[in-house]
């Protein structure tokens, strides 16, 4: 896993792995790219307000990096987290899970003081 940074880089990304992209994730990711046909899309994972618990991860597929976002890359995907988002997903880990209960993008956030029964959304 590699961080990418820029000559002028914010402090967080020059650390090691602020977070974790998992291999699964990062698999299904590379099939969705694929299925969209846009190799240029790369995965954003943010925090906003709302949801049960106060705050609630969001997913979605982004061209375009921001100077200041965090960029993962794992196994030639690109994950891409916002520096007001990386302050809630420190140590946290983005992965894909199969189960009985579905198939979804899910985030081990060590942060989360609690989380709700929907698993979207969690409490500092």
Same mark, same amino acid.
């Given at each position: ?30 099939? &969705? ?7 240029? =899309?790369k995965l954003r994972v943010y925090i906003q307000g709302g949801g049960c618990s ?24 690109? =994950?891409?987290?916002?520096? &007001? *988002? =990386? @302050?809630? &997903?420190?140590?946290? @880990? ?5 189960? =009985? ?18 698993? *979207? *959304?969690?409490?500092?």
């Amino acid at each position: 896993m590699n961080v990418s940074a820029s000559t002028a880089a914010p402090n967080y990304q020059q650390l090691d792995a602020p977070l974790l992209f998992t291999q699964a994730a990062a698999a299904k990711v590379r099939e &969705l790219v694929q299925e969209e046909g846009n190799e240029a =899309l790369k995965l954003r994972v943010y925090i906003q307000g709302g949801g049960c618990s106060g705050f609630q991860y969001g997913f979605e597929f982004d061209e375009q990096q921001a100077d200041d976002d965090l960029a993962i890359a794992t196994d030639g995907v690109t =994950l891409l987290v916002d520096p &007001l *988002s =990386l @302050q809630y &997903l420190m140590g946290a @880990q983005v992965d894909y899970s199969e189960s =009985l209960h579905g198939a979804q993008f899910v985030i081990r956030n060590p942060n989360a003081k609690t989380t709700c029964g929907c698993g *979207s *959304s969690f409490t500092v």
